[in-house]
T-cell receptor, first 115, second 113 residues
Framework: AQSVTQLDSHVSVSEGTPVLLRCNYS??????LFWYVQHPNKGLQLLLK??????LVKGINGFEAEFKKSETSFHLTKPSAHMSDAAEYFC?????????????FGGGTRVLVKP | DGGITQSPKYLFRKEGQNVTLSCEQN?????MYWYRQDPGQGLRLIYY???????QKGDIAEGYSVSREKKESFPLTVTSAQKNPTAFYLC????????????FGPGTRLLVL
């Protein structure tokens, strides 16, 4: 069984300040972990993916995430928020399912960027 | 330009009516998926297909049906048995089922009249 908990449902930051989105996961296996971003009424766009090659993963648009096995965490960060970062972010864990691979989604974190 | 297309962008359903959502991909991916998204929630898996002419139920398949007659197409029918169909529906695909990244379409919003 696997699960994902996004610790904040909403995060508000000022433009130019750092962003931190927190994610904890639970998995019986060595999981693959993803962060996706969704702008209003749009599909999900992949930000980055962890697959055990390196614990610090760099993604698109200046985002990065650090995998910490001891803390079962995969937090997403960006040093300086931009207005275009206002969106909903999903942490996702991938692991074996009944047939093939199964994605389990966190509940999402909505980011508000203030000018 | 490779990608996943979904149509229509908005769809209205009358009570007792079946409606079909289209999903097409030109990425040559074997696996395709349908998810439902409700406000303030993550995505929940409705159906998935790993190969043509084969598909499996996901976590919330009741009231939905699918077909996979062609590799590039995976339509979802929302039947009259689905009592609460209002949601945002997302289609995704991946190269294969094992540990692969899923790529998402733009979504279809279904509303009930």
């Amino acid at each position: 069984a696997q699960s994902v908990t996004q610790l904040d449902s909403h995060v508000s930051v000022s433009e130019g300040t750092p962003v931190l989105l927190r994610c904890n996961y639970s998995s019986s296996y060595s999981p693959s972990l993803f962060w996706y971003v969704q702008h209003p009424n749009k599909g999900l766009q992949l930000l980055l993916k962890y697959t055990s090659a390196a614990t610090l993963v760099k993604g698109i648009n200046g985002f990065e995430a650090e995998f910490k096995k001891s803390e079962t965490s995969f937090h997403l960060t960006k040093p300086s928020a931009h207005m275009s970062d206002a969106a909903e972010y999903f942490c996702v864990v991938s692991g074996p399912g009944a047939a093939g691979n199964k994605l389990t989604f966190g509940g999402g974190t909505r980011v508000l960027v203030k000018p | 330009d490779g990608g996943i297309t979904q149509s229509p962008k908005y769809l209205f359903r009358k009570e007792g009516q079946n409606v079909t959502l289209s999903c097409e991909q030109n990425l040559n991916h074997d696996a395709m998926y349908w998810y439902r998204q409700d406000p303030g929630q993550g995505l929940r898996l409705i159906y998935y297909s790993q190969i043509v002419n084969d598909f499996q139920k996901g976590d919330i398949a009741e009231g939905y049906s699918v077909s996979r007659e062609k590799k590039e197409s995976f339509p979802l029918t929302v039947t009259s048995a689905q009592k609460n169909p209002t949601a945002f529906y997302l289609c995704a695909s991946s190269i294969g089922p094992a540990g692969e990244t899923q790529y998402f379409g733009p979504g279809t919003r279904l509303l009930v009249l």
